[in-house]
């Protein structure tokens, strides 16, 4: 098997991604697809920690524009994150993979509390890490969880799992002429206003010169591509 071209990753899984074909709600057959390809680059030595976001389950943004104040129905979608994460850490001891779910706020029954240290030392140890319940506060997407998190413990990139096969000038899935960028700067994707990922979250990573690549989770195969720095997807970097 080839090696890892990366030494630490953040995979970021979106709530829709895990939704599957299906829309809404937690897919089976996509926990069991992500927890079999977590497995194989467990083989390859890589330290892995994942996102969740909880779009399949509740937005935010969508329930605040339905007049819940907004706080509260970011607070609602940390919740979301959290029920994912679950689902994904049973997915993967299911598959033998040793998993710890550390969520940004405190709920001891189910899961750690976040704590970096600890974090980093879990998968010292050869765990998966999930961190859940975002940054803790409203008004932050997962995506910014995302960076934050890989610049706390020093990943070397940000894998993000999609829908799509990459990073378009316009929504693929709505017009057949977008598109495909191979590769972007931080810049053009601010400047351009791409949705990659939230501006905030896109700053974070120029910042910290923390890479991201964006790639189609539903192909089979693609994390273990990306870790092994095959050209899928966008590469988004300096």
């Not at 897919?27 to 194989?40: P, R, S, Y």
């Not at 892995?48 to 329930?63: M, Q």
């Not at 879990?122 to 975002?134: C, D, P, Q, S, T």
Request: hydrophobic fraction near 40%.
């Amino acid at each position: 098997m080839t090696e890892a071209r990366y030494r630490r990753i953040v995979l970021k899984l979106s709530g829709e991604a895990l939704a599957g074909n299906q829309g809404f709600g937690i897919a089976q057959d996509m926990l069991d697809t992500v927890a079999k390809q977590i497995g194989e680059a467990k083989k390859l030595g890589v330290d892995i920690a994942l996102v969740v976001g909880g779009g399949n389950i509740w937005r935010g943004i969508a329930g605040s524009s339905q007049g819940i104040d907004r706080a509260t129905s970011d607070y609602m979608g940390m919740l979301a994150t959290v029920m994912n994460a679950l689902a994904l850490q049973d997915a993967l001891e299911q598959h033998h993979i040793d998993t710890r779910v550390l969520s940004a706020i405190e709920m001891r029954q189910v899961a750690e509390p976040y704590i970096r240290r600890r974090a980093i030392r879990h998968m010292e140890k050869g765990r998966v890490v999930i961190f859940a319940a975002g940054t803790g506060n409203p008004y932050f997407s997962t995506d910014t969880t995302a960076a934050l998190r890989a610049a706390e413990i020093e990943a070397d990139v940000i894998l993000m799992a999609k829908q799509v096969d990459g990073v378009y000038d316009c929504d693929p899935l709505k017009n057949t002429n977008a598109q495909k960028f191979e590769k972007l700067s931080y810049l053009e994707v601010l400047s351009r206003g791409l949705g990659v990922m939230d501006s905030t979250a896109t700053s974070l990573c120029m910042d910290n010169d923390i890479p991201l690549i964006v790639f189609n989770l539903k192909q089979n195969g693609n994390i273990i591509k990306a870790i092994q720095g095959e050209p899928i997807g966008t590469y988004v970097g300096r």
